[in-house]
């Protein structure tokens, strides 16, 4: 069977690449060509069959559902995620464009869909990367994802264009989908938690909107990631996203084995790719000062640009409509800049503070969306994480402790509790220039409710390390991660669960005081 073989070389050539550290999608690649080599130097037939490429077809439409699950207006709905991201989009293909017209001896139409591919950043990559180091919530970490979201919508546009499908006069009824809204949040409620959450999911993405929308002449991308974004507001969108992340991943698996079986790379994609990967780094430095252009701070532009420095599988998926003979270059150029962005996104952090002297002076003098507090002034008790549980500790303790102030790194949540009254301001507690300019005279007590391991490390560790001999408390989930918040500098770390067991006992206690016991009144 052809699917055992392809099954075992993606298999083995995934696991070399990630034990050097790089996405396994690269192996995924690597095998549809090693599959290819074989093939050319034995005569033994290896070739995508229909099977594969329907696979592939699927892989794709999961792909574009889960990113419409992320799809959240607060998300991309701000002036850096959507200027820098329709500027870079633009800029790009001016400068590509015609690049790629004169050193390529291209027609204009081939170049300017290049240079649209070209053009996008890898949103698996990015995603991947960000959530390895915990910082998919930090604020650099929202403006890439944000900016690669808008991304993807130009891609869904380039590719419906490029389809050339023709709407029937059925496609009207796309205008009324989100009349079903409330019917789909039901479904999802009711899906529980298991295997029928995972078969919702699947139901809409392949055959709602796959094949529902191209049932009315529109492309089945623009069906799966429209149903996606129709649940994006629901609580449980992210749990639907997460139940089919395994799902979409081995789907992919088929787009790239296809894209390596179809055919081994000449000189001539080789030297593209290269020479892709030589101007990439011009890629990042035009992310860089149009997010320092939106007055971000030079780490937030720094980071943000970083992991936005690679070329896209999306512009594969984009390739494959619109531009097949070029699929093969591109996929050794979208290869060639995981290997070289996948090491530098490891090291991020360091090479900011290598070069942060000279990135500072980048900034803009006026106010930064990111600014954050150099001083706590007379503040007692510190909030850091204004989730659920720091929201709770904050309104439990405002009653009696007036100095009183909440951080959190998320923009948005810091302007929604500022307009419910609290005294919250922004702040990243990963980011060292935060500590390094911070003072806090009068505080006494610190509270760590941030939804990371990682972040109450860092945040006890630095604290202790600036001198503060006050009370620092945590909580989490496991008892091992109880340890390592102890051991970083807090004096106590509770575990959540058992905290609300307490909670619960405590109210039935004060509800009821006294307890009949089971034997009362017998003889």
Not at 354 to 371: A, I, K, Y
Not at 407 to 418: C, E, N, Y
Not at 420 to 438: K, P, S, Y
């Amino acid at each position: 069977m052809p699917e055992a073989i392809w099954i075992s070389f993606a298999f083995v050539l995934g696991l070399l690449v990630k034990a050097v550290g790089l996405p396994p999608l690269v192996g995924y690649l690597a095998a549809g060509f090693v599959l290819s080599g074989i093939a050319a130097a034995t005569n033994i037939a290896v070739e995508a069959t229909d099977v594969l490429a329907h696979i592939a077809h699927l892989g794709v439409l999961l792909l574009l559902f889960t990113v419409g699950l992320k799809l959240k207006l607060r998300s991309i709905v701000s002036p850096e995620v959507i200027g820098g991201s329709v500027l870079h989009f633009g800029i790009t293909c001016a400068v590509f464009t015609p690049g790629l017209y004169l050193l390529m001896e291209l027609d204009w139409q081939t170049a300017f869909l290049l240079a649209i591919a070209l053009s996008f950043s890898s949103t698996v990559l990015a995603a991947k990367v960000l959530e390895t180091k915990r910082e998919l919530r930090a604020f650099h970490g929202r403006v890439a994802i944000g900016i690669l979201i808008m991304q993807d919508l130009i891609a869904l546009v380039v590719m419906s264009l490029a389809a050339g499908q023709t709407p029937s006069q059925w496609a009207l009824i796309v205008f009324g989908l989100p009349l079903l809204r409330p019917l789909l949040f039901k479904l999802l409620d009711a899906s529980g938690h298991d295997e029928l959450l995972v078969l919702l999911g699947l139901l809409l993405a392949l055959v709602v909107g796959g094949l529902g929308f191209e049932a009315v002449g529109l492309s089945s991308e623009l069906g799966a990631l429209v149903f996606g974004a129709m649940l994006a507001s629901h609580p449980r969108s992210q749990e639907l996203a997460k139940s089919l992340w395994s799902v979409k991943e081995v789907f992919l698996v088929g787009f790239f084995l296809q894209i390596g079986i179809g055919g081994l790379p000449d000189g001539q994609a080789l030297v593209f790719a290269v020479v892709a990967a030589i101007v990439l780094p011009l890629k990042g430095l035009l992310f860089f000062f149009l997010l320092i252009l939106f007055r971000l701070r030079a780490r937030s532009s720094f980071l943000s640009s970083l992991s936005l420095t690679n070329y896209s599988e999306f512009g594969l998926i984009v390739a494959s409509v619109a531009l097949p003979e070029w699929l093969i270059p591109l996929a050794i150029t979208v290869s060639l800049s995981f290997v070289i962005s996948a090491p530098l996104n490891r090291y991020a952090h360091s090479l900011y503070e290598r070069w942060s002297g000279s990135l500072v002076g980048f900034e803009s003098q006026t106010h930064h969306p990111d600014e954050q507090p150099i001083s706590l002034g007379s503040t007692r008790v510190l909030v850091m994480g204004m989730g659920r549980t720091g929201t709770a500790a904050y309104d439990w303790l405002r009653e009696s402790e007036p100095e009183l102030i909440g951080l959190d790194s998320d923009p948005a949540k810091t302007r929604k509790h500022q307009k419910e009254g609290r005294n919250v301001v922004f702040a990243d507690a990963e980011d060292n220039t935060f500590w390094q300019g911070l003072h806090m005279p009068d505080l006494q007590s610190v509270i760590l409710a941030m939804n990371d391991i990682e972040g109450k490390l860092i945040a006890a560790r630095m604290l202790r390390r600036k001198g503060f001999t006050g009370y620092i408390v945590a909580h989490t989930m496991y008892a091992d991660e109880a340890k390592k918040i102890r051991e970083a500098g807090a004096d106590e770390a509770y575990l959540t669960m058992s905290e609300t067991g307490v909670a619960l006992a405590s109210h039935l206690r004060d509800q009821r005081p006294a307890i009949p016991s089971r034997t009362a009144g017998t003889t």
